[in-house]
């Protein structure tokens, strides 16, 4: 799913583990593809988390400090990579 912040468009990406992805899209990314802003496909799990880290980056974006701290323990992470990578 795509997230239209402040700063930029954000692509978040989780699965039924977890979050795995969120980074910004480059400017090439957004002149070739089409935002995705309102659908978000994947298991309820994964929507479920992409919805808490929405929920936290509007209320980082409004300034209200801690929003982060509120959902850390809820989301958790789905990392990829070699074992080093992980770590």
Known sequence: MDYTSPIGILRIKASEKGLQEIRFLSDEE???ETVNSLSCSGSQNA???ISLCINALNNYFAKLWGAF???RTQ???DVKGSLLQRK
């Open 30 to 32: 957004v002149a070739n």
């Open 47 to 49: 929507q479920i988390y």
């Open 75 to 77: 989301i958790p992470l």
């Open 69 to 71: 701290e509120q959902v």
